[in-house]
């Protein structure tokens, strides 16, 4: 799978793509990660459609069950408020109280298809995005994520940095971020 492409498609069959009403929104995510599988079938179709958050699915073209989704992301537009946050080191005279960021507002796989790249997919395509579709027409600087804390070594393995502050490592969902611009 590539990670970077915006339009992906890739040869075992798995695309990235927008949701449909259509989709099969039943996925097995764990007793652990209700909020994520509720989300997924009670509120992402509306707020797709509603422009509210947007999400990005990961289906598999060769499966005999059509639109079954394996994975999925949320994208909502965000900001970073700079009493949590450090001013990046080529910002001198930034006189705004906010940074603008793109949030990754949820991310899943199903539990079948775990551990084959999936997730680093999602990730990858959310980067892209924001880079190549985003940022040459709206100022935005960061993508950004609240994790869960069983999740912070997973987003650190894929390329964010957890916001270095006593007050958000000790956060219920600490932030981590990716600066786009040095990438
Ligand atoms: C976290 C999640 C999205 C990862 O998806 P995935 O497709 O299985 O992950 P990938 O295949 O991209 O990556 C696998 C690698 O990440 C590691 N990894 C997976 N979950 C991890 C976690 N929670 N913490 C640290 N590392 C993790 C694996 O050990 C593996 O490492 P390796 O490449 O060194 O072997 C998936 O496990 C999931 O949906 N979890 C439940 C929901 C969740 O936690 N969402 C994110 C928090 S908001």
Redesign the pocket.
């Known amino acids: 799978m590539s990670e970077t492409k915006e339009n992906n498609s890739s040869s075992d069959g798995i695309i990235l793509r927008e949701l449909r009403q259509e989709d099969n929104v039943n996925i097995s995510?764990?007793s652990e990660?209700v909020a994520?599988k509720n989300f997924l079938k009670k509120n992402a179709k509306d707020y797709h459609s509603k422009n509210l958050a947007r999400t990005f699915v990961a289906v598999d073209n060769n499966s005999d069950i059509e639109n079954q989704v394996l994975?999925y992301v949320t994208l909502v537009s965000s900001q970073i408020s700079l009493t949590k946050f450090r001013h990046p080191d080529d910002v001198a005279e930034y006189p705004y109280k906010d940074y603008p960021a793109v949030k990754i507002a949820r991310?899943?796989?199903d539990t079948k298809?775990?551990?084959?790249?999936?997730?680093?997919y999602l990730i990858g395509w959310s980067i892209a995005i924001s880079i190549k579709k985003i940022m040459p027409f709206i100022g935005c600087r960061f993508l950004v994520?609240d994790?869960?804390p069983?999740?912070i070594?997973?987003y650190e393995?894929n390329g964010f940095t957890l916001l270095d502050t006593e007050e958000n490592k000790k956060n219920k969902h600490p932030l981590l971020f990716i600066d786009l611009h040095k990438l």
Request: hydrophobic residues 40%; aromatic residues 8%.
């Open positions: 995510l764990g990660y994520l994975g991310l899943a796989v298809h775990r551990m084959n790249g999936l997730g680093k994520v994790s869960k069983c999740a070594s997973y393995k």
